[in-house]
């Protein structure tokens, strides 16, 4: 669902454009308020998970997603739809971190682990894949509206079915302490850092406006590392980072969700505005590189990891990943 939500509304864009009279500045915000609530809530929905049960907080983030696609289905204006849209991210956050939190806790073992990251990876493929054909068939024959009701029978279908095979992890039994500030802090800097670049090409990138943002944001990221130095229960306990596996592994994630999201959302308007496809038809251009996706997840990625560790795997993926770009005949 999370990741069918971000393909399905691509394709769409245009649409919503021409029936809610986007700019095309404005438009960047049915995909940027998602993803401003989704990248800003993570860190939090994490800690409420390990505070009061990751089942619990899967099905209150996969309600909240649920309800907010059905607003979205419903909307009618530029409002209510970006406002619609920045609470699915919000539920998405809760869904995407608690799904992680609960495999690390059902799989221990270094082959099964690696087997289920395979099988996530081919859903997340599955869900690519199902976005951008849903997104060009519900647009084409209905309208843009159906790319986010169509969440809601899968939704209430999730949630039933957690409800029985979700296994529940026991929560700590001491004292709950919530690092309030550290959530505050972390996700107003994310927020503004984000609306700053987003706003960068319309205010001007030297403009007092778009300074004034990311100096807040760096200065309330650098009042969040404070706090989290000196909170007995952190929301991100610093010394994580001396592990330097770990360190690469988040500079790599957010390197590569930046690129394969920017990607999207301007492939998907070159496609329809400069190339003159339909909604089905880009759809259609983007199902190769979901179907390899998914292959691989689920047939070659745990092998792979198991035979030769992480290292390797990695750098060739991303390399294969950087040639493939560099050489595409849309980048000619």
């Not at 739809?81 to 699915?88: N, S």
């Not at 959530?183 to 107003?188: D, E, G, P, S």
């Amino acid at each position: 669902m999370i990741v069918l939500d971000s393909t399905i509304v691509n394709v769409a864009l245009p649409s919503i454009r021409d029936d809610l009279g986007f700019s095309q500045t404005s438009l960047a915000w049915v995909v940027n308020a998602y993803l401003l609530t989704f990248g800003g809530f993570l860190l939090l929905g994490g800690r409420l998970g390990d505070l009061y049960g990751h089942r619990r907080l899967f099905l209150v983030g996969i309600s909240v997603f649920t309800m907010a696609s059905l607003a979205c289905g419903l909307a009618t204006s530029q409002a209510f739809l970006i406002t619609a849209r920045a609470v699915q991210g919000f539920g998405g956050a809760i869904v995407s971190v608690v799904v992680l939190s609960l495999i690390m806790i059902m799989f221990t073992e270094p082959a099964e682990r690696a087997k289920a990251m395979g099988v996530v990876g081919f859903v997340l493929s599955g869900g690519g894949t199902a976005g951008v054909l849903l997104g060009g068939i519900l647009t084409d024959l209905l309208s843009w509206h159906w790319i986010f009701l169509v969440n809601i029978p899968v939704g209430i279908a999730v949630f039933v079915l957690s409800v029985y095979l979700c296994p529940s992890v026991q929560t700590p039994t001491g004292e709950r302490k919530l690092d309030v500030g550290g959530a505050i802090t972390v996700t107003a800097a994310l927020m503004l850092a984000v609306y700053a670049i987003v706003k960068g090409n319309e205010v001007g990138w030297t403009s007092a406006r778009t300074l004034g943002f990311l100096c807040a944001s760096l200065v309330l990221f650098v009042v969040f590392v404070v706090i989290e130095a000196r909170h007995p229960a952190p929301l991100m306990p610093l010394s994580l980072f001396r592990h330097r596996n770990l360190s690469v592994a988040n500079v790599i994630g957010v390197l590569m969700a930046a690129a394969m999201f920017a990607m999207f959302f301007f492939s998907a308007l070159y496609l329809q505005l400069v190339l003159g496809y339909s909604p089905l038809e880009v759809g259609l251009a983007f199902l190769p590189s979901t179907l390899v996706w998914g292959f691989a997840s689920l047939f070659l990625s745990d092998r792979l990891v198991m035979r030769f560790g992480i290292k390797t795997p990695l750098v060739g993926g991303l390399g294969s990943s950087s040639w493939a770009c560099s050489s595409s005949p849309a980048r000619r």
